[in-house]
Nanobody
């Protein structure tokens, strides 16, 4: 298990950029997939992106492909989500999560550790 803390959210205009950080404490972060999910008011929490344990493979929902980039620095126990060309429909609370199981990266149930979330608001 790891403890995750997100940061970097805020208010940004459409077309702007933000970089979210996910800082982990715990010995096994470097062996976990890291997923990013988001939840808008009244909506289900949905998959956004994921990165494998060593950062060599990334996965994205079609809605963010080409605009968002997931990276990680295992030496610093931190994962990142760079978000460019932001749209109002990207407004949500964003969560990072760690997956140690063999379950699918797209399912919330595959992740055993979650951060507290950070608010991203895209508005003019």
């Amino acid at each position: 298990q790891v403890t995750l803390i997100e940061s970097g959210g805020g208010l940004v205009q459409p077309g702007g950029s933000l970089r979210l950080s996910c800082a982990a404490s715990g010995r096994f972060f470097s062996s976990a997939y890291v997923g990013w999910f988001r939840q808008a008011p009244g909506e289900e929490r949905e998959f956004v992106a994921a990165i494998n344990w060593d950062g060599t493979d990334t996965f994205y929902d079609d809605s963010v492909k080409g605009r968002f980039t997931a990276t990680r620095n295992n030496a610093q126990n931190t994962a990142y989500l760079q978000m460019n060309s932001l749209k109002p429909e990207d407004t949500a609370v964003y969560y990072c999560a760690a997956k140690f199981s063999s379950g699918t990266i797209y399912s919330r149930g595959s992740y055993s550790s979650w951060g507290q979330g950070t608010q991203v608001t895209v508005s003019s």
